[in-house]
């Protein structure tokens, strides 16, 4: 459980990268200003690519080697950040950027406690404190980016959220491991087990704080 959250945290980092990159790079400006009409189709396509990568882990990641198994994994992970901010950005007119980096501090945050005090990740003992450090994570955002207390209060609904669908998850992964053959490395099992934590918290997780904000955006 440990490399699951390791790999989590790394994945959610390049889904962060990727969506600040969009945003602050000025590429989704330029993007939505200079795009010719005749392009748009391709441009949804792209949007669409996580989805297809997603369906190619799914079905193929225990053929895969682990190195392919990686790149296509981080390659997801990117191209989630990117849609999700793309999306986020023509809908909402707000960032997921900070988002995406406070669910990936709770993660580092409890796979470097685990490494210095040995404490079990496959129990539910943590989650109360990885639920303490996400809000912790949201409150300091939240003074740095200057969120209403609404939005703060959304974000913290969201930490919630990653923090139940990963206790969720737990026995889902635990049992990828169990299900594996003992032949496979266990740094290939991680990787399958943090792919299949990703994909079911970080997205939901988020698509909430899209809803919630189309509402309020809607109630205006």
């Known amino acids: 459980m440990l490399g699951v ?8 980092v390049l889904t962060g990268l990727a969506a600040y990159t969009v945003t602050y790079s000025g590429f989704h400006a330029a993007m939505m200003e200079e795009t010719p009409g005749f392009f748009l189709p391709f441009f949804w396509m792209l949007l669409a690519a996580p989805l297809a990568l997603v369906l190619l882990l799914r079905l193929s990641i225990d053929e895969m080697g682990f190195l392919a198994a990686q790149v296509t994994t981080w390659a997801c992970s990117a191209l989630t950040g990117f849609t999700f901010e793309c999306i986020s950005l023509v809908y909402t007119e707000t960032s997921l950027v900070p988002l995406f980096f406070i669910a990936a501090g709770t993660f580092a945050a409890i796979a470097a406690y685990a490494h210095l005090t040995g404490a079990d990740l496959s129990g539910p003992n943590h989650f109360p404190g990885m639920a303490v450090v996400g809000i912790v994570l949201a409150a300091i955002v939240n003074l740095a980016w200057g969120w209403s207390p609404s939005e703060f209060g959304q974000s913290i609904g969201g930490v919630v959220a990653l923090v139940g669908l ?3 998850d737990t026995g889902h992964v635990e049992q990828i491991y169990l299900e594996s053959e003992r032949s496979e490395p266990v740094a290939k099992k991680a990787l399958t087990g943090a792919l299949a934590l ?5 997205p939901v997780a988020h698509l909430l704080r899209i809803e919630s904000l189309l509402e309020s955006k809607r109630d205006r």
Do not use: F
């Open 198 to 202: 990703y994909l079911d918290a970080n």
């Open 5 to 12: 959250y390791e790999y989590v945290a790394c994945g959610l």
């Open 166 to 168: 990963t206790a969720w």
